[in-house]
């Protein structure tokens, strides 16, 4: 099944959701259902941000070469949405 770039973004930003949501289940303040909040959406997050650098170092990877990658690869998605959208 092929999917737009649009969609790929909204299932991507799906998989996100579903990551934060575990992780604010796992103690991080509270429940999920106040990730619309900025103070616990920043907790909850940089704690995942947290634990994936622990999983990073854990097998000997650079966590900043890993984010600088990760917002380069956002970039380029949402500019291909952005295209994408223009062209429709």
């Known amino acids: 099944m092929f999917y737009s770039e649009v969609e790929m973004n909204e299932k991507r930003a799906h998989w996100a959701r579903v990551a934060v949501k575990f992780a604010a289940q796992t103690g991080q303040h509270g429940e999920a259902k106040y990730l619309h909040e900025e103070d616990c959406f920043r907790e909850v997050v940089g704690d995942l941000i ?3 650098a622990h999983l990073a ?3 000997g ?3 900043e070469k890993v984010i600088v990658g990760g917002i380069h690869m956002y970039e380029m998605e949402r500019r ?3 295209e994408e959208e223009m062209e429709a």
């Open 61 to 63: 990877h650079d966590l």
């Open 57 to 59: 170092a854990s097998y």
């Open 50 to 52: 947290c634990d994936l």
């Open 80 to 82: 291909d949405a952005e």
